[in-house]
């Protein structure tokens, strides 16, 4: 994989705006350091650590038997639904483009996310992937600051739509879960609620003169633009996709899971698995969703491969990605002094 983060501009690549601050030169972007590859190595051994460790509390030849009489056609079905993230991902990422001032095609936005997905399989949780993304949208004479606060409102909106949906589910995690575990849930959810009130006036909040920053103040316009507004809503879209994929691949496998189990488990699963301390998610995924489909009695193995189902969705829909990157266009030239 080239080190898309780390090389320096490309010969020919498109100069920023004239006028652009300082902050938003390709020195915004952080360039990959020996410190990062030794965060790099050990988040690739918790990832084997943690998938080990499942993987020898795993009953195999009942987890073959499971998986030998799934029923294809709701396997199919589960497959489909669990795409429809890509749409709504990549719609979400021209919104907040929109409200930090990147204007992208819907055409580019869609591409920009496959590939980011694509090499987001072996990047840490989804921050990895999210950096490239942003270097990619750069690299389409986009300014700097403006593609840093789209990537941080499109996390924003992300977890703000996680929050969502948790939100829904509280009622039936309480007829579930321990009260420790509700909660737990419930404070989470006012801690989105209120972190996003203040993201709303950030630049009202006297901060120290150096945690002062253009991001920060030009944070609450995008936060409160229309175009958040729909971010916010293609968020909702991607959590309820994966969501329901997850009660489908249930139910090819038999198992009694329902949509509100889904809605109460999967989100915190979804959080886990975009925690940096994995690649991609894995591991860390599949010990959320074990340790939260117990909670309406399912076994391990059951809770495993239901995970393990919606990981390799993931890799197969992030293939178009690669050959996509393959016939990126090179950057446009700069123009004549």
């Not at 090499?119 to 949208?137: E, H, K, V, Y």
């Not at 972190?195 to 030009?218: Q, S, Y």
């Not at 958040?228 to 009694?256: D, F, M």
Request: hydrophobic share 55%; aromatic share 6%; charged share 10%.
């Amino acid at each position: 994989m080239p080190h898309a983060l780390s090389d320096p501009p490309l010969a020919g690549q498109p100069a920023m705006p004239e006028g652009a601050p300082e902050s938003a030169s390709p020195k915004a972007f952080p360039k990959r350091t020996a410190k990062t590859r030794w965060a790099m190595a050990i988040k690739l051994a918790i990832t084997l650590l943690l998938l080990g460790w499942l993987s020898s509390n795993v009953d195999w030849s009942a987890l073959g038997q499971r998986l030998g009489a799934a029923d294809i056609r709701w396997l199919a079905l589960g497959f489909a639904v669990k795409s429809l993230t890509i749409p709504f991902a990549a719609a979400r990422w021209r919104a907040v483009g929109l409200a930090a001032g990147v204007a992208l095609s819907r055409r580019q936005s869609l591409r920009l996310l496959l590939i980011s997905l694509f090499f987001g399989q072996i990047l840490p949780g989804s921050a990895g992937g999210d950096m490239l993304r942003g270097w990619l949208t750069w690299r389409e004479s986009q300014a700097a600051m403006a593609v840093l606060l789209a990537l941080a409102l499109d996390r924003v909106m992300a977890l703000l739509g996680i929050g969502v949906v948790a939100l829904v589910s509280l009622p039936h995690l309480a007829d579930i879960a321990p009260p420790a575990v509700t909660g737990a849930a419930a404070l989470g959810v006012l801690a989105l609620a209120v972190g996003g009130a203040v993201l709303c006036v950030a630049d009202r909040v006297p901060l120290p003169r150096r945690l002062r920053h253009e991001l920060i103040a030009r944070l609450p316009a995008a936060m409160t633009s229309r175009s958040a507004g729909w971010a916010l809503l293609h968020s909702v879209g991607v959590h309820l996709a994966t969501i329901t994929a997850t009660i489908l691949y249930a139910q090819a496998l038999h198992l009694p899971i329902g949509w509100l189990d889904g809605v109460a488990v999967v989100p915190v699963a979804i959080i886990a698995a975009a925690l940096p301390i994995s690649l991609n998610g894995w591991g860390v995924r599949e010990g959320a969703m074990v340790a939260g489909f117990a909670l309406i009695g399912l076994d391990a193995d059951a809770a495993l491969v239901v995970s393990i189902l919606i990981g390799l969705s993931v890799t197969l829909l992030s293939l178009p990605g690669g050959l996509l990157w393959l016939r990126l266009p090179p950057p446009a030239p700069k123009p004549a002094p």
